[in-house]
T-cell receptor
Framework: AQSVTQLGSHVSVSEGALVLLRCNYS??????LFWYVQYPNQGLQLLLK??????LVKGINGFEAEFKKSETSFHLTKPSAHMSDAAEYFC?????????????FGSGTQLTVLP | GAVVSQHPSRVICKSGTSVKIECRSL??????MFWYRQFPKQSLMLMAT?????????EQGVEKDKFLINHASLTLSTLTVTSAHPEDSSFYIC??????????????FGQGTRLTVV
């Protein structure tokens, strides 16, 4: 079984400050890891994903995440927050084999960017 | 990236009626589609997985007779909420994946459907 824990259901940062959204996962098999962003009443947009290879993954809009197997973590960061980053963020995990596209989501983190 | 179109984006229906939601892959063949449900301020919960031409596999606790899923072609899957009740009001999101270099590792999401049952 797989699970995802996102620490902090709400995170507030000032515009221009560092964004750090935490994600820890549990998986009995090698995982694929994803971060998605959701704006109100919209679907999910993929920010970045880790499958294999380099553990530091760069995504869209200046976001990046680092896969740390020893810590079972995949935290999302952005050096400088922008007002447009305010949204709900979901970390997700899938199996690296079999139905790789079936995702288990974390509970989500609402990011607020303060002017 | 691949495009998945979900329709309608919003629907209001009367209690007891049925509602059909469509999920289309516009520029790739979707061999597998997933249907999720999202309650307000909560995460997405997988309802079912459907493979083209096969019966859907439902997650535990999801009523297959209430949430009918059809995946008759490689570009279209439908979710029908039968005899809808107010407790079925939710945000429903589909995702689709196919074959190819990206298809094995990534699913592409539709825009979601806000269902309100009155």
């Amino acid at each position: 079984a797989q699970s995802v824990t996102q620490l902090g259901s709400h995170v507030s940062v000032s515009e221009g400050a560092l964004v750090l959204l935490r994600c820890n996962y549990s998986s009995s098999v090698p995982p694929y890891l994803f971060w998605y962003v959701q704006y109100p009443n919209q679907g999910l947009q993929l920010l970045l994903k880790y499958t294999t290879g380099a553990t530091l993954v760069k995504g869209i809009n200046g976001f990046e995440a680092e896969f740390k197997k020893s810590e079972t973590s995949f935290h999302l960061t952005k050096p400088s927050a922008h007002m447009s980053d305010a949204a709900e963020y979901f970390c997700a995990v899938s199996k690296a084999s079999g139905s790789a596209r079936q995702l288990t989501f974390g509970s989500g983190t609402q990011l607020t960017v303060l002017p | 990236g691949a495009v998945v179109s979900q329709h309608p984006s919003r629907v209001i229906c009367k209690s007891g009626t049925s509602v059909k939601i469509e999920c289309r892959s516009l520029d790739f063949q979707a061999t597998t589609m997933f249907w999720y449900r999202q309650f307000p301020k909560q995460s997405l919960m997988l309802m079912a997985t459907s493979n083209e031409g096969s019966k859907a596999t439902y997650e535990q606790g999801v009523e297959k007779d209430k949430f009918l899923i059809n995946h008759a072609s490689l570009t279209l899957s439908t979710l029908t909420v039968t005899s809808a009740h107010p407790e079925d009001s939710s945000f429903y999101i589909c995702s689709a994946s196919g074959t190819g270099a990206r298809g094995d590792t990534e699913a592409f999401f539709g825009q979601g459907t806000r269902l309100t049952v009155v």
